[in-house]
């Protein structure tokens, strides 16, 4: 327990912990002191002299700054006397020489603390006559922000958040007295990825936001809390939408979550919401099979349901299978996995990273824990690329908790700067650093636990590889674990793919175990809702819960709800079922065709549906393209790395006809099953009914599949309340605006265990070649990037490849040159660049970038590939 | 006595005092040797420090005998601030001095010898109206003191 501390505020008795702000012990008395500079998300400064109060002592009052001073037993504090009256209104008379009255023409309008404040506090006249000075107007500092000097106030708001949290102090005070203003250094824009965070906490509209600028008046906004579904950190943010366009997005408070931060790709990337491009109406294509034409729902639906029962019916429900995008709602998962598991009978359901990847089932025990850490060892996943904003979390780890950061990557990531280790790998020899780890921390621990059980033994090969392993470059790595009292691990999917990647996760989990930290280990996947996506079961060999297929009792309970068990043989992964070992192929928001390779096998299906907000590759070679709505047309929810179940409910009307992903799978539900009733005469009412509507296939044979009935999302959560046991608690109206983490209690898990790992060392590539490494990176161009502002999709590279400059000079090859970068799986041609974090002996080509290039190379596979760098 | 409140790090804490403390001795050595602080020499600067280049040239900017354009051999900055302003000094000493050399405050002479600038405070209140020329500090203007400091500057060329 802190220490209390008893204070009065205005004759209001208040007990705060020591060491509070007065600001925050007023609050607490629901006491508002007016504030400029002061946030509750950074270091007090004092600079705006907003928020003087009377502080009453034993020789009289004397005003101090109630955003800097701490609180102290007995404190007397007077909010409300003529005198702080009367300084309230000279200091905005103050701030306001300067101001200009662009109030009209402002963004902030409307919202503008300045504004409220002036009219709560202020005079209601000027003193003032002079000339206002004047300064730069709205030029840009980013491509995502602009800065009006005049507007500015200097309240250093912008200044503190890029260097207490970013660590990128890019915007600086210049000039002094009255000609002092904000600025960059020329030729050096801000390029932190949460920079738009600044126009949030502007207390003016100094900052202003690009994309949106003058798209609306504050008081217009429909104002939806929502999740953001970019990354699996879940950030909480708000839409704000006007005349059935989304306008903007904010950052909305969860202080177990973002604190109220949001990444600038969350908070840019949102006009593909309202994109001409999407998809409006079902396509089908036409009797000649060349081009798709937009029909009717119940058409492009009965295509589906014919089609895909056709196949069934001839080469086996194993014939069909699904492939989703983890970026889907908890809702959309979970019935996309049912309408497979229940109506098709095949357990042919996958995503990109999804059965590839051996994932802890219960991700991040809690982003909180992160500042409680001590040590954060980081496997293949880099949180500045992959979630800025648990790059935040973690640099703020780093810089004020002093936790070390112990960085496992084949690239030597940003985060790598911070106090601790750096451990390069080979992509795929990350299990035999790990296990060398492993083993001698076992070693060490039963030496010292002399007299209680001894861990297994090292066998002689791995000891002594051990020994030499630890004596040399693992030194470091060794004694950060060693040392370590609150270790949290994090891997990533690049550390995590195929057969080595399951070998490496299984040596981190021993060296998780052998530290006695089983349960601070942590998968966090790419996509938004990969942990739900988990949750939900869309995987080919687990059931919803976390639970194998092969699981009898489970299968049981879950063929009580459905009606029909879902089949015990365990389904084609995503790899299988791209690469064609299906004939009918349903894709709801993936995208297999990005890679020339991917798309000649999708040509060999005789059925392809693809569901997705816009005609990607796939999409382009389907047989009926549905159209989906994005997350913020539709109601839904979503899991986030900490396994907290996040409401995204809808906030503007969806684009054209485009329906939800989880009631485009109702409603083909639905159809399917009528489809397999034997007509009676009563469900045919229609008047003219085209012949496709009155074929009906045969039923099966066995329990028949229960009815559909899912009005809404909300009811679609209700039942996976019954299938999910985590989740049984998780009601739409229970998990309220902040979320509920579902807890691990409810979940059967084996019990963590050292298992042996036989791991080789990966051999570098050959002389003359490099080996391939592929991450992500922010802005790449993934799946919504194309449709974002132009300000969003410019900070996209060109397509590159990258080499460690001592590499570079010794192939004697020059940075800006084409180059063709060829594996055993394909050719690219890239611009080449030299970058010192890359390191000698490898190429870096980001994931998702135009053209796949990474994934044409063969970067997913999760096995090293080694390439050819050529000028073209 | 009241407890000691257990406080956290402040943002001194994140500061490396080193380098902050380097920072001036830095960029005097810089200007020495460049005559001004061109943008170039700030980078090198921030480079040589671990700091960035928009924090150099925070401080830079902030301190007057900071220069970050070419300037002549006398630079006279006139005081503009609060105090000089209110002795009914500061326009009236930039005026008169900017009349007899023949330039506007920013510019400097043709011939490279002065270069008139005002800046904001030099410390000086309780003396005002205060100019600098160079390093030399000038209290108490007067015309009459002005014409003698320009008299030996002109002297001394």
Known sequence: MPDLVTLTVDDVKVTVPAGTLVVDAAKAAGIEIPIFCSHPKLDPLGACRMCLVEFVGPRG???????????????????????????????????????????????????????????????????????????????????????????????????????????????????RGGETVIDTFPGQPVDAATSGNIIDICPVGALTNRVSRFRFRPWELKKTPSVCTLCP??????????????????????????????????????????????????????????????????????????????????NGANALGGIASARVSNEAAYLFQKFFRALVGANNIDFADGSAVKAQPTGLSAIADIAKS???????????????????HIKRAARRAGAKLLVINPRRIALAKYPGAYLPVLPGGEAWDLNGLATALQAARAAN???????????????LETKVAVMAELRPAYDLLAAAKAPLFIYGPDAARGQLGKLAVTALSNLAVALGFGDRLAYVGAEANSQGARDMGLLSDTLPGHQPVTDAAVRERLGKLWGVQPPAEPGQSYAAMAAGGVKALYV???????????????????????????????????????????????????????????????????????????????????????????????????????DWKKKRRKIKAGPAPKPWNYPTAQAVLDEIGKAVPPYASLRWDALGEAGVQWSTSALVRAPR???????????????????????????????????????????????????????????????GRQVTVTSAYGNVTLTLKADASVQPGTAWVPANLAGAPAETLGAVRGEPVSVAVKLV | ?????????????????????????????????????????????????????????????????????????????????????????????????????????????ADGRFTLETVQCLASCGTAPALRVNDQLYENLTPAGIDAILDRLLGEV
Request: hydrophobic residues 40%.
């Open chain 1, 374 to 392: 001590d040590l954060i060892v980081l496997v293949g996943f880099d949180p500045s690329e992959a979630a800025p904003v648990l790059d935040l």
């Open chain 1, 449 to 463: 636990q002399a007299g209680s059980k001894p861990a297994p033994a090292p066998t002689g090969k791995a000891k």
């Open chain 2, 1 to 109: 006595m009241h407890a000691e409140p257990k406080v956290k790090p402040s943002g001194a804490a994140l500061i490396d005092p080193a380098k902050e403390a380097m920072l001036l001795a830095a960029l005097y050595i810089a200007q020495e040797q460049r005559g001004y602080l061109t943008p170039e020499v700030i980078d090198r600067v921030a480079a040589r420090l671990g700091l960035t280049a928009g924090q150099v040239f925070s401080t830079a900017s902030f301190y007057t005998l900071f220069r970050t354009k070419p300037v002549g051999r006398y630079v006279i900055q006139v005081c503009s601030g609060v105090s000089c302003y209110l002795v009914d000094g500061a326009e009236k000493v930039s005026d008169y001095i900017g009349a007899k050399l023949g330039i506007r405050p920013g510019e400097t002479t």
């Open chain 1, 588 to 690: 709801m928001g993936a995208n297999p065709a990005a890679t020339v390779a991917g798309a000649e096998a999708l040509h060999k299906l005789d059925f392809l549906v693809v569901q997705d907000l816009f005609l990607t590759e796939t999409a382009q070679l389907a047989d009926v393209v549905l159209p989906a709505t994005s997350f913020a047309e539709a109601d839904g929810t979503y899991t986030n790395l900490e396994r907290r179940v996040q409401r995204g409910p809808q906030g503007i009307k969806p684009a054209g006809e485009s329906q939800a992903d989880w009631a485009i799978l109702a409603a083909l539900a639905e159809k399917w099953l009528a489809s397999q009733t034997v007509d009676t005469g009563e469900v045919s009412k229609a008047i003219e009914q085209p």
């Open chain 1, 61 to 175: 009052s004397k005003l101090d700054t109630a955003c800097t001073v701490r609180v102290s037993e007995g404190m007397t504090v007077r909010t409300s006397t003529e005198q702080v009256k009367a300084v309230r209104e000279a200091n905005l008379g103050f701030i306001l020489i300067n101001h200009p009255l662009d109030c009209p023409i402002c963004d902030k309008g409307g919202e503008c603390p300045l504004q409220d404040q002036t009219m709560a506090y202020g005079a209601g006249v000027s003193q003032f006559v002079e000339a206002k000075r004047q300064k730069q107007k709205h030029y840009p500092i980013s491509d995502l922000i602009l800065l009006d000097q005049e507007r500015c106030i200097l309240c250093w708001r912008c200044i503190r958040y890029l260097d207490e949290w970013e660590d990128k102090p890019q915007i600086g005070l210049f000039e």
């Open chain 1, 753 to 815: 265990r050292v298992e042996p790992v036989d791991v080789a060392p990966i051999a570098a590539a050959p002389a003359g070649s490099f080996t391939l490494v592929s991450g992500p990176l922010l802005w790449d161009n993934g799946p919504l990037m194309p449709y974002g502002a132009e300000q969003v999709r410019k900070l996209t590279p060109t397509p590159f490849v990258a080499l460690n400059p001592a590499d570079l000079t010794m192939a004697a090859l020059a940075e």
């Open chain 1, 233 to 314: 950190v879940g950030c909480n943010l708000r839409l704000d939408e006007r005349v059935h366009e989304l306008r903007r997005i904010v950052a909305r408070e969860n202080l177990a979550v973002n604190d109220e931060w949001l990444c600038d790709k969350g908070r840019f990337l949102h006009q593909y919401v309202d994109h001409p491009e999407r998809l409006r109406t079902p396509l089908v294509r036409d009797a000649a099979g060349e081009a798709l034409r937009p029909a009717t729902w119940d058409e492009a639906l009965h295509r589906v349901i014919e089609k895909l029962g056709d196949i069934a019916d001839t």
